[in-house]
Each structure stands twice: as C-alpha cells, then as structure tokens.
C-alpha cells in the first residue's frame, strides 16, 4: 500500500468505524473479526525502531522480511496522540489494543485511535491486486420462512428457510452496485456443484455442510443462525478468490433475481434415461464434439454408469501393475506436495484443537477472577456491616480494592479471550481450506484417471481394427461385413482420439491450476498464519499489560502491609 | 519473667553476640520433613529446632524429631489447661491417602506447623506452658508415651462421668421443666459471636475460589504448553518466515507455561494457605466459645449441686447426726470447685 495516501486514510477513518473493503479478503469473512484481526495488523510491531518502513517498494509477499516492515509508515503510535512518525516506538500494546467495552480508558490520555480501524494490512500482505480499491462485500441476513408452492394435491408444500443476501460492490463485472436477491440452501449447494465442475484444479472454498437433522430442528432459531453465518462465511470466501469472484456462475447466483437460473444436477431416473440414449453415442461417437466434452467430465452416476465401470477398471489395473499406465503420474514434485499438504492438514488439526482448550483454560481462568472477587466484594461488605473496630473497617476498604481489582482483571480476561478466539479462528478457517486443496488435487487424479482410460481405450479399439484389417485381408476381395465393421471402428477411434486429446488437454490444464492454486494457497496462508500470530501475540501482551497495571496499583495500596510485616 | 539479668547456664553455654542479650526470646522452627516407616504405617517426621534464652530451656538450642500426631498432643493439651485462650490452629489430617505423601502437601502441612508453634511461642500465656516445654525439649521416647497416653482408645474415666452428669441433668430438666440459662452472655459477646461464625462462611468462600484460582493458572500453563508443542510442530511443516515464527511462538508459549506453574505455586502459598489458615483458626475460636459454653453449663450444674449439698448439710445439723462432718466435707469440696470452676 502507498505511503501517503494512506496518511489521509488513515486519519479519516480515525473518525469514523467504516470498514475498509479489504477487509473483506479476509478468508475469515466474519465482519467484526476483520476489525480486529486487521486492527492487531495494523501495529507494525517491530520492536526495534530502527526498520526503516519503506512504503511503496517492498511487495510484501514475497519477501520475508518485509513483512515486518509492511508500509504502514503513518501508522501513529498513540503515545499521545497521532504524530506522523515513520518510527515505531517500542509500543505500550497495552495503549494499543482497543477494546470496544473498555469506556474508561484507563490508558493514560490518548485516546485508543490507533487501532480503531481496519488498516487492512493482513489483506496489503496478501494479493497485489488490492492494490486499486475494488472491493465486493457479502452480506447474509433475514432468514424468511417460505412455502414451497406446489401443485400437488396436498395443501400447504414444504417449508424452507431462505436468506437474504445482500451484495455490495464495485467491480465492473457486475452490473450495479447494491443488489440483493433471496435464496435458499439448496441454491447454494448447486452454486457449489457447479463451481466444482466448471472449476476444476481449483481450491474452491468448500461449502457448508448440509445438515442430516429432521425438519424441525431446521426451523429452530439457532441451527438457522449458525446456517446464516455459514452462508456468509462461505459467499466471502468465494469471492475472495481471485480467480471464482469473476466466475459467470457465482454472478448469477448472487444478482439474478427469483429462481436461480443454474441447473441442478437432475434425479438419478432421468439421468439414467439420459444415459441410456446417449450411451450409444459415446462409444459410436455420433454426436462428436459435445461428447467429447461430456467424456472428460469426472464420471458421475446415473449417465456415466458405463464410464465409471470403466475408469474403475483401469484404475483397478493401475493400481495392480498390471498394465503400464502410458501417463503416469510422473511428477515427483506433485506427490511430495500431496504428502506435505497431508502433513500439514495433521498439523493444523492438532494446533486447532489445542487452540480451543486454550481458549477454554482462559475462559476458565476469566470466570474465576471474577468469582473470587466477587466473593471479596461480599466479604468486604460483611465486614463493614459487622464491624466492631475501626481497623475492621480500614481493612475493609483495603480488601474493596482488592475484590475490584479482580473483577477488573476477569473482564479483561474475557476480552481477551474473545479477540484470541478470533485470531485463532484462522487455523479452523485453514482446516475447511485444506479440504479444498484435497479436493483440487482430487480433480487432478480424475482426470488423469480418465485419460488413462482413454488411451488404453484407444490401444484396444487400435487393437481390434488391426485384427480385422489382417482378417478380411485374407479373405479374396474383402470381406464386406467385416469391412463395414472396421469402418465403424475407425469412426470410433478417431471420436476416442479426440476424446483422448480434449482430456489430455485438460489434464494439463488442472495440473496448471493446481499448481497456480497451491502457490496462491501457500501465500496466502503464510500471511495469514502471521498476521493470525502477530494478533494473537499482540493480544496477549496487550492484556497481560492491562492485568499486570490493575494488579500492580492494588499492590502499591496495600503495600503498608508490606511494609508492616516485614 | 526475667529480662534484666542474664542467667548464666551451668552448662557454660555461651551467647551467640547477635541475640539481644537482654531481651528473652523463643524461636522455633519446623524444617526437613522426611518419610519414615513403611506401607500403612509410613509417616512424615519433622525436625523442630527451638533457639532461646529463656532459663526453663535446656540451653541456646535444641533440635528434636516430631511427627503430626505430636502437634496434635500439644495442641490437645494446650486446649484442655488454657481454657478461654484462642489455641492457634493446626492443620487437617489429609482426608486422601494418596495425596498423604505429595511434595506440595508435605510443605504446606510443614509450613503450617512452622506457624503454629510460633504462634505458641509468641503468645505471652500459652508460651509458658509445661507442655510445650515437653513439646519442644523432650527425647523422641518420652514423647512417644506421652502421646499414647493420650491418644489412647479408651478414654479418661473422667470423661464417662462427664458423660453421666451431661445425660443426668438433660434427663432432670427434662423431668423438672426446668428453663436453664444457657451461657452467660452480653449483647456485644453475642455480636462478637455471630460475627465468628459468619465470618467462617465468608473466609470459606473466599478460600475456595482461591483454590480454584490456583488450579486455573495450572490449567492455563498446561494448555499453553499444549499449544506451544503443536504450533511448532506446525511450524515444522511450513517454509520461512512462517516456520519459524511458528517456532518461536512455541517456545515462548512453553516458556510462559513455566511462569504461570510459578505463579501458581506462589497463588497457593501466599494466599490460599493463609486464608485457610484463617479459616481455621477462626474454626478454632468457635472451639473455644463452645468450651465457654459447656463450662457455663458445668458451673450451673456444679452451683446446683452445691445447694443441694448446702441443703443437706443444713438438714444433717438440724438433726444433729454423725453424717454431719462428712456432708461438710462434701460441701466444701463442692464449694471449692464452684469457685475454681467460676475462675476458669
């Protein structure tokens, strides 16, 4: 991000909680969490004021340290106030970190400006494109309640849910700027079948679960809830994606008004139908191109019944030894990759889960501070009520402070612990986006399954045209039926020869994308990972400052005691 | 007691230049907990050093070997002599036999039993006691049978008369509806007393969060540790900078991890144990006001049976039988023992 202006940004925003687009390219789309996440970024934290920030030319994705010296050069360190130093101070992070509920700021003067905003820099550490100030934001509200109009002869269809969701953009490729349409979830799951074929190679951000639960447990207000913030958790991460924002598929579903225009994958019957007069086609090749085309699809049911009998042979096959797969899967460097994204899935699984019993140690932590205290609180006031001697009292009072301080330190514990489940929300977000790559990789096995089908295919069919060729060329004069036959065949081959090079072709074209996808992933998790830990330990210090002052003024009026006992 | 001069042990043993030559003092201490025994019968000793100046000691210093069951001895006698004084508490037996033998048990059951012997010793009555002279001097045999006496199963046959007078007048008033005052008291000793005992409940309370307090931050330092090994492990699996960040977080989340086990154990010891600490020794003062209670009780009784022996020996005079020296014997005896018994 540049310099400059930034420094008019910057200070606007001061004013004002409007949430910067980029905020939005968080894979983490939750609004609020963007706030903090980008509000923990913002602090370029480098502990030695010596970094030189140099705004402009450092791309902070691909070189390391730069990182640390992101561009936020007007970042101003409220040490009294916003001075335009390109210097960072060591930082007090406890006046740095904002906290929403904390009314009386207990820092001394200035004001908590600093990071009251969204400096995106998570995202300024992400994707050269946010460069110029396109944005899309996503917004998924009032669930509705809908009939299912139906013409059947029961009165009163089905009831589902839909949710409003509401787009706000400006990147030419959509035709407005604030639209919103209505949809339900089986609209999104199609959205997602469609992406998934159209797609393919790609990390697509996985969907939210369907849910298996009986009707009624789908109309309650929480499972609607968690169904909303799934949704829209889900529409951000599409369209943080470089490549899916622009997808025809995705436009569609977020700006056509009433029923959404994309086709859903039929019923198993009609497809079976389908399949059943196509088949001819396929293996005599009549309808050609189009295919062709269908062919190098990754099988399904229904329709490609006989091709997954087929592809399962092969793979059978493959797997055995038993024929050379004439494309193997030769590349080294994808299987290594395949195992370290393995490894690193195991990883990130492990760190989240003990994210969450540290979160819950903390809560725990927050929840008895303030029990304590507020056991004090009582026992102050009993003593005050039943005093007896005056220094009873003085106690007392001595003891007040005591109580408040640790209802003090509880709340801050519980604010702390509600920013770091923010922050460590990254590595959960991480778990769903390794499903994704899982999946992208899945594609690529696909469809280099379906062009070793092909081509061993392609040998068979060879095989068999040259044995009648040598059969009816022993009979004197040919042998028409067998020379119609191999006229048939040669019709065939080449319809399995085009096959064989439009699935080649997009073999070669997944492979294309996964390795731009995986390399995107790669940087982009880098940055988050960072970012997620630079919050987290910013938070942590933040507050541990906080507790750290409320239990250091307790201890200075009461150090009497200190002193008496001693 | 004697603070001018300073009495010049037979024993030649000589003054340390630092001890305030003038000024008596008794100092002890309970250190060096160390397992004895075997199995069931295994228990902790402790060593009791004990530096003074006072005459009735047997020189500057003296180190003995006591167990538990010894503390409690002394504490039991102290309470039965000094009536009416607040003994200072001792701590609870354990309730679990695992927890018995822990390293954090053994120092808070020592650290404890440091405090209240000190206690005695500081308490201008209670340090002049002949027990706890026993207590503080006494060779490791001596002490065992003295602790047998007193712990035996059986108890005193003093006791079981108590017993039988105890159920005697609850069965004549009950028979003579007769209304007896309970306890001698004043309106500023009820509110003292209703002030003790909901204190207690207050001190309680407060003790137990800050238990609960202590194993939070236990809980905390573990789950840091936790997340500290996974994160590195996940920073294993990354390139730079990202590997490494990974791996510094860990160690610094280990590191914390280490502070906050600290800060527990300091949790526990300089504000848990004192507040337990207070709680019982708040436990102990309604000991004692109970005792206030039954001795009341005693002296009524002890009043009563006074004038009925007073009654008696009117009636033997009147009748002028040989009865009479014997009854004024009784009477006496009675009467002595009201009066001793008013002083206590």
């Known amino acids: 991000m540049m310099g400059s202006e930034n420094v008019e940004e910057f200070k606007e925003e001061m004013e004002s909680l409007f949430l910067r687009e980029e905020s939005d390219r968080d894979f983490n789309g939750d609004k609020s969490n963007s706030n903090y996440r980008s509000a923990m970024s913002t602090l370029s934290d480098s502990p030695h004021p010596s970094i030189l920030v140099t705004p402009a030319d450092s791309d902070p994705l691909f070189a390391p340290p730069s990182y640390y010296s992101e561009s936020r050069s007007p970042r101003s360190k409220p040490n009294g106030g916003n001075r335009d130093s390109s210097y960072l101070e060591p930082p ?70 839909t949710y409003q969701i509401t787009t706000r953009t400006n990147l030419p490729e959509y035709g407005g700027s604030d639209f919103s349409v209505r949809r339900r979830f089986r609209d999104v799951v199609t959205l997602a079948d469609r992406l998934a074929e159209s797609y393919r190679g790609f990390c697509i951000p996985p969907r939210p679960d369907k849910s298996v639960v009986e009707s009624q447990v789908m109309q309650k207000q929480e499972f609607v809830e968690q169904r909303r913030v799934a949704l829209e958790k889900y529409l951000r991460r599409l369209v943080a994606h470089p490549v899916i924002r622009n997808s025809d598929e995705l436009k569609v579903f977020l700006q056509a008004q009433g029923k959404l225009p994309l086709a859903t994958s039929t019923d198993v019957a009609s497809r079976m139908l389908d399949g059943a007069v196509k088949l001819p086609k396929q293996l005599f090749g009549e309808s050609g191109g189009a295919s062709a085309v269908e062919v190098v699809q990754p099988a399904r049911g229904g329709r490609d019944l006989l091709r997954l009998f087929k592809e399962l042979r092969q793979s059978v096959s493959n797997d055995w030894g038993g024929s050379k797969p004439p494309v193997v899967e030769e590349d080294k460097g994808f299987l290594e990759k395949k195992e370290k ?61 005591l109580a408040t301080s640790a209802v003090k330190a509880s709340r801050f514990y519980r604010e702390l612990n509600s920013q770091t489940v923010k922050h460590l929300d990254t590595l959960h977000d991480y778990l769903g986006l390794m499903m994704a790559v899982q999946g992208a990789f899945a594609d690529r096995s696909s469809a280099l399954l379906t062009v070793q089908t092909l081509l061993s295919e392609l040998s068979s069919l060879e095989g068999r045209a040259e044995k009648l060729e040598a059969a009816s060329s022993k009979v004197f004069g040919g042998d028409k039926s067998r020379i119609k036959k191999i006229e048939e065949l040669k019709e065939t081959i080449k319809v399995t020869e085009d096959s064989k090079n439009l699935a080649i072709r997009q073999y070669e074209q997944i492979k294309g994308n996964n390795w731009c996808e995986v390399e995107r992933l790669d940087r982009e998790r880098r940055a988050d990972f960072l970012n997620m830990m630079k919050g987290f330990v910013v938070n942590q210090v933040g507050y541990a400052e906080k507790i750290a002052n409320v239990w250091t003024k307790v201890a200075e009026e009461t150090s009497q005691y200190n002193r008496e006992s001693s | ?59 500057p210093e003296k ?45 808070m059951r020592r650290a404890a039993l440091d405090i209240f012997v000190n206690r005695i010793a500081l308490h201008p009555e209670l340090r002049q006691s002949e027990d706890l002279r026993t207590f503080l001097q006494a060779d490791e045999e001596t002490m065992d049978r003295f602790r047998f006496q007193e712990t035996g199963i ?134 004692t006001i109970a005792e206030r209670g039954t001795a009341f009780k005693q002296h009524c009784e002890l009043a009563e049976t006074t004038k009925l022996k007073e009654i008696n020996l009117d009636k033997l005079m009147l009748t002028r039988s040989d009865k009479v020296g014997e009854a004024e014997i009784e009477y006496r005896e009675k009467a002595r023992k009201l009066r001793e018994n008013l002083r206590g």
């Open chain 1, 92 to 161: 007090s992070y406890a006046d740095v970190i904002f906290s929403p509920f904390d009314d009386n700021s207990e820092i001394n003067g200035s004001d908590d400006g600093g990071s009251r905003h969204s400096q995106s820099s998570d995202t300024l550490s992400r994707s050269s494109s946010s460069l110029s100030s396109d944005f899309i934001k996503i917004t998924v509200s009032s669930p509705q309640k809908e009939q299912e109009a139906t013409n059947s002869m029961i009165p009163g269809g089905t009831t589902y849910v």
């Open chain 1, 341 to 401: 994204m393995h490894d690193l899935e195991q990883q990130i699984i492990n760190a989240s889960q003990q994210a969450e019993s540290l979160v819950k140690a903390q809560q725990d932590m927050g929840e008895i501070m303030g029990e304590l205290g507020l056991a004090f609180i009582k026992l102050t006031k009993f003593e005050n009520e039943e005093a007896v001697f005056n220094s009873q009292r003085a106690r007392a009072n001595d003891m007040k402070n």
């Open chain 2, 1 to 59: 007691m004697e603070s001018t001069e300073q009495p010049r042990s037979i024993s030649g043993s000589m003054q340390s230049p630092r001890s305030p030559s003038s000024q008596p003092y008794l100092s002890v201490s309970v250190t060096d907990p160390v397992k004895l025994g075997n199995g069931v019968q295994a228990y902790i000793s402790y060593r009791v050093i004990t530096k003074t100046n006072l005459p009735e000691y047997q020189g």
């Open chain 2, 63 to 107: 180190i003995v070997i006591r167990r538990y069951s010894d503390f409690v001895w002394l504490r039991d006698r102290l309470f039965e002599k000094y009536k009416g004084i607040f003994i200072p508490p001792l701590p609870e037996k354990s309730a679990v036999e695992k927890f018995r033998f822990s390293a954090e048990f053994i120092e």
């Open chain 2, 154 to 287: 059986f108890k005193k046959p003093a006791d079981f008369m108590q017993m039988f007078r105890d159920v005697q007048s609850k069965v004549s008033d009950a028979v003579l509806g007769k209304e007896k005052p309970v306890e001698e008291t004043t309106a500023a000793y009820e509110k003292l007393k209703h002030y003790i005992f909901e204190l207690e409940n207050h001190l309680a309370e407060a003790q137990k969060h800050a238990y609960r307090l202590v194993k939070r931050h236990r809980e905390l330092g573990q789950s840091l540790l936790d997340f500290g090994k996974a994160v590195k492990l996940l920073g294993a699996c990354e390139g730079e900078p990202t590997g490494k960040a990974f791996s510094d977080l860990g160690t610094k989340s280990e590191l914390l991890s280490i502070k906050l086990q600290k800060e527990a154990q300091q949790v526990l010891m300089n504000f848990e144990e004192p507040l337990k600490d207070y709680v019982r020794y708040v436990q102990s003062i309604k000991a």
